[in-house]
Every structure is written in structure tokens, then in C-alpha cells.
């Protein structure tokens, strides 16, 4: 498909801010019909979404959700685990670390099953969807200043709280899609071994 009719030139870039996490940016483009106008966007480092599954001592499916304040929001968010890549990072080894530093929890088996734009309107930023299962239980490693509760819940709860609008983190509501087609048989996914060397992306 040929998008060039859609596509805008950057012309010149200025930097507005750099913090701790993120890195803002006012560009001046050219547009398809040659008019110039300015984007302003922030660069995100990427990060991991972990989307966890937890038989109960019942054999029936759990999955492994939070709950966490998010000051920008004044709200708790029920989410699935996540955290954001580190310079250099396999998003694998991303996605094992920020399991057991949030959950606690060890996963014999993942399987990767896509990736989310959040925000496309002003940033970067991308996130990983991955599935874990086999799980053992440790100790959780919180960062300094993160507090958290953990949480299972039938993926039937889960659902009906994103119909509800208990949830409304977007990362988690594709979870939960992405959860729906796979129990459903739609979206089959490839699991491999944790410990297993893992090819291409």
C-alpha cells in the first residue's frame, strides 16, 4: 500500500524537556499538501505488559492483575504487571523482571503475543504483550517509592470490569482482548521455555 499522500517530513526538531522518563520534542513538519504545521510528542523508552495465568488450587484459570495509585489519573487502576524497558534491554528479560520485582512471581513458560501503541496522537511510546504461565510464587522486588497490591481474578471478572468501567487502563483492556481470543481458541499463541534461547523478536 502506498502511503505516501499521507506522510509528513520533519523540517527541524527543538527539545522542550528531558526528565527522569520522558523526553518531549516540538517538530516542524511538511504536510502531503506541502503546508507546514508543528508536532509536539514525547519519546518513551518502550516497556512490557505481562499478562500472567494462574491455575487455583482448583485447577480453574486465574490471571494476576494490580492494583496501583497513578497520580496523574488520582486513581487506583486495577492493571496487568508492566514496567518500561532499560537502555539496551530484551524485551524478554523485561518482561521476567518486572514479573517477579511487581508479583513475585516466576514463569516456566511465555509466549509473546503482540504490541500496543497507547498513545499514537503524541508519543512513542510501544509496549510488548506477553503471556506467562506455570507460574511459582517467591518474593516481589519493589522499586524504592512503588507500592502496589496484588491480585487474582477469573478472566470472567476481568471482562465484566472492563464492560463496567472498573477497568480503563488501555494496555489492560487490550489484555483482556487479547486474553478473550486466546481462551477462545482464535488467537492461538507459541510458548517456549523460559529458559529456552529465544529467535528473532
Known amino acids: 500500500m502506498d502511503d505516501r499522500h499521507l506522510v509528513e517530513e520533519k523540517m527541524a526538531s527543538m527539545e522542550l524537556f528531558e526528565g527522569r522518563l520522558l523526553h518531549a520534542f516540538r517538530d516542524t513538519v511538511r504536510l502531503p499538501d506541502g503546508s507546514t504545521t508543528s508536532r509536539e510528542y514525547v519519546v518513551h523508552p518502550g516497556a512490557v505488559m505481562i499478562i500472567p495465568l494462574l491455575e487455583d488450587e482448583t485447577g480453574s484459570l486465574r490471571v494476576v ?103 480503563t487502563d488501555a494496555k489492560t483492556l487490550t489484555g483482556a482482548l487479547w486474553l478473550q481470543n486466546v481462551l477462545s481458541g482464535v488467537w492461538p499463541l507459541h510458548w517456549q521455555d523460559a529458559a529456552a534461547p529465544r529467535a528473532g523478536r
Open 65 to 167: 492483575l494490580e492494583r496501583q495509585y497513578r497520580y496523574p489519573v488520582q486513581r487506583v487502576m486495577i492493571e496487568f504487571p508492566a514496567g518500561k524497558l532499560d537502555p539496551g534491554e530484551d524485551v524478554l528479560a523485561c518482561a521476567k523482571r518486572e514479573l517477579l520485582e511487581e508479583t513475585g512471581y516466576s514463569a516456566r513458560q511465555w509466549a509473546r503475543a503482540g504490541m500496543l501503541h497507547p498513545v499514537i496522537s503524541y508519543s512513542t511510546e510501544f509496549i510488548e504483550i506477553w503471556f506467562a504461565r506455570n507460574l511459582s510464587l517467591g518474593q516481589r522486588r519493589l522499586d524504592a517509592g512503588e507500592f502496589l497490591d496484588v491480585f487474582t481474578a477469573t478472566p470472567t471478572e476481568l471482562l465484566q470490569w472492563c464492560r463496567d468501567g472498573s477497568v
